[in-house]
C-alpha cells in the first residue's frame, strides 16, 4: 500500500509541474491571481474531502501554526518555481525544484538522529553529480558574450535558488509536524497550509497590481484570464493537494533520509523526459548523463 501512495505522490506532483507550464501569466499580479485561485480550489477539494470522508478531523495548536507556515512557504515556493520555469529550461529548473530534497534529507540526518547508510551516501553523491551534469549546458558563442542572456541566466538561477530553499523547507515542516503529532493531523497542516497560501497571494495581489504600469488590469480582463487557464488552475490545484496531501501522510511512517530522496529524484526523472518527449526541449551529452546518474541514485535508495 505504502508502494501505490509514493507512486501517487509522485504522479500527482509531476502533474503540478508540468501544469505549470501551461499558465498563462505574464505578468506578477496575473501569476498571483492564478495562484490564489488555484490554492482557493485546493482548499476548497480538501474541505470536501474532510466532508465525505469518514477521516477524523481536529486541529491542535502544533497543526495551527505549522499550517501557517505551510502556507507561508507553499506561498513563496510557486510563486519563484512559476517565475523560474518562465525563464529556463521546464526539465532544468524541476531538478532545482527536486533536488531541494537534499535539505530533508540532511535535517533528518543531523537533527532527527536518522540512520545513515552507505547506500543513501552514494545515492546523495549521486544526486550531486546528476544535479551538476543537467545544469551545465553548451552555449553557443554569441550567448556566451550577450549581457542579456548572462542577465537572463542570472535571474533564471536566483529564481531557482529561492524554489530550492522554499521547498526544502517546506519538507521539512511536513516532517516535523508529523514527527510532533505522531504521524496525525496531516490532513488539518493541508487545509490551513493551502488556505493561508490562498491568503497570502490575495493579499499580494492588490499590492502588485497597484505597482504594474506595463499593463492595465481591469475586473473583466482578470475574469477572461481565469477562463484562459482554468484547465492548468484545475490540475495545478489537483497536484498540490494530492501530491502534498500523501507526502504528508507518508512523512509520518517513512524515514525522511528515504521518503524525500526517493519522491523527489522520481520527479526529476519523470519531469525531464516528459520536457524532452512533449515539450521538445533537447538534452545535451550532459543531460543524458544527469538522467543516467538520476536513476541509478534512485537504485542506491531502494537497496
Known amino acids: 500500500m505504502i508502494t501505490l501512495l509514493l507512486v501517487l505522490s509522485i504522479t500527482f506532483f509531476i502533474l503540478q509541474s508540468v501544469s505549470m507550464k501551461f499558465v498563462k501569466a505574464d505578468t506578477l499580479p496575473q501569476k498571483m491571481l492564478v495562484h490564489g485561485v488555484f490554492t482557493l480550489v485546493a482548499g476548497i477539494g480538501m474541505s470536501f ?41 521546464l526539465s532544468y529548473t524541476a531538478f532545482y525544484f527536486s533536488s ?22 552514494i545515492a546523495i553523491i549521486l544526486f550531486l553529480m546528476a544535479f551538476y551534469f543537467l545544469n551545465v549546458t553548451k552555449e553557443s558563442k554569441k550567448e556566451a558574450v550577450s549581457p542579456t542572456h548572462r542577465k537572463q541566466k542570472k535571474q533564471w538561477l536566483f529564481y531557482c535558488i529561492l524554489t530550492f530553499i522554499g521547498n526544502g523547507c517546506l519538507a521539512i515542516v511536513q516532517k516535523l509536524h508529523q514527527q510532533l503529532q505522531h504521524g496525525t493531523e496531516a490532513s488539518g497542516l493541508i487545509l490551513l497550509g493551502f ?90 551529452n550532459r543531460g543524458k548523463i544527469g538522467i543516467l546518474l538520476g536513476v541509478l541514485a534512485i537504485v542506491f535508495i531502494n537497496v
Open 49 to 89: 474531502f474532510l466532508l465525505f470522508s469518514r477521516e477524523s478531523f481536529s486541529l491542535s495548536k502544533n497543526t495551527i501554526l505549522f499550517g501557517i507556515l505551510f502556507g507561508f512557504l507553499f506561498a513563496f515556493t510557486i510563486l519563484f518555481y512559476n517565475l523560474a520555469i518562465n525563464s529556463g529550461p
Open 100 to 121: 531541494s530534497m537534499l535539505l530533508p534529507t540532511f535535517f533528518g540526518l543531523l537533527f532527527l538522529k536518522e540512520e545513515l547508510r552507505w547506500t543513501l551516501l
Open 195 to 284: 488556505a493561508f497560501a490562498s491568503l497570502c497571494y490575495f493579499i499580494a495581489y492588490p499590492v502588485a497590481k497597484s505597482k504594474a504600469s506595463e499593463v492595465k488590469i481591469t475586473t473583466s480582463s482578470s475574469v477572461k484570464q481565469l477562463k484562459t487557464n482554468l484547465l492548468p488552475i484545475l490540475f495545478l490545484a489537483a497536484g498540490s493537494l494530492l501530491g502534498n496531501l500523501l507526502l504528508t501522510s507518508l512523512a509520518g511512517k517513512i524515514p525522511s533520509s528515504y521518503l524525500f530522496p526517493l519522491v523527489q529524484g522520481s520527479i526529476i526523472l519523470g519531469i525531464t523526459i516528459i520536457s524532452t518527449l512533449f515539450f521538445k526541449e533537447k538534452l545535451s
